[in-house]
């Protein structure tokens, strides 16, 4: 069974940059896929972020695009989120998560973890 | 593509049929859309992709139809766990988009 988790840091200062990683377990990210990360405020719903393919193809949401960086690391099994800039408005759980095969749709996500934008 | 999903909440007891709408602003066809359910403290589940085919371990009380604008989730006959909050999704084109959400709450 595919399982995936993300960590980093839970608090995260105004204009500064978020940094999660995704850990992958059960399944090499070399082997192929989507690897992305989506995000959801507290009490909203889901926001895309992007997707990195094994070989380094990202795919961003034209909204973050500016900020955003998603990279790989096959060589630990890791996947990361760098979110620049940030201010209040990027507080959410972020999500990890893998494509299912099908197209851009997940089918494994991690447990998610929340980043808090605060002084 | 903006999707509008409604009702935002839907009250029903268990054993009760409940229908789950969707709408996007332009058409998804049949093959980039799916749904996900999600509860408290948890991520979102997959159980329906291509607009109509169960996610692997998704009971067949669990349908999808549709195609275009419009589609639907079906839960034939609510379990218990079956209470939570369900997305829709459209993967067509970049931004992949997520619907606003609807509350399924036990009467």
């Known amino acids: 069974q595919v399982q995936l988790q993300e960590s980093g840091p839970g608090l995260v200062k105004p204009s500064e940059t978020l940094s999660l990683t995704c850990t992958v377990s059960?399944?090499?990210?070399?082997?192929?896929?989507?690897w992305g990360w989506i995000r959801q405020p507290p009490g909203k719903g889901l926001e895309w972020i992007g997707n990195i393919h094994h070989t380094g193809t990202v795919y961003y949401n034209p909204s973050l695009e500016s900020r955003v960086t998603i990279s790989v690391d096959t060589s630990k099994n890791q996947f990361s989120l760098r979110l620049s800039s940030v201010t209040a408005a990027d507080t959410a759980v972020y999500f990890c998560?893998?494509?299912?095969?099908?197209?851009?749709?997940?089918?494994?996500w991690g447990q998610g973890a929340l980043v808090t934008v605060s002084s | 593509i903006v999707l509008t999903q409604s009702p935002g909440t839907l009250s029903l007891s268990p054993g009760e049929r409940a229908t789950l709408s969707c709408r996007a602003s332009?058409?998804?066809?049949?093959?980039?859309f799916a749904w996900y359910q999600q509860k408290p403290g948890q991520a979102p589940r997959l159980l329906i992709y291509?607009?109509?085919s169960r996610a692997t371990g998704i009971p067949d009380r669990f349908s999808g139809s549709g195609s275009g604008t419009d589609f639907t989730l079906t839960i034939s006959r609510l379990e218990p766990e079956d209470f939570a909050v369900y997305f829709c999704q459209q993967y067509l084109g970049s931004p992949y988009t997520f619907g606003q959400g609807t509350k399924l709450e036990i009467k």
């Open positions: 332009q058409s998804v066809y049949t093959s980039h």
């Open positions: 998560a893998r494509d299912s095969g099908s197209g851009s749709c997940y089918s494994y």
């Open positions: 059960a399944y090499s990210i070399s082997s192929g896929y989507l």
């Open positions: 291509g607009s109509s």
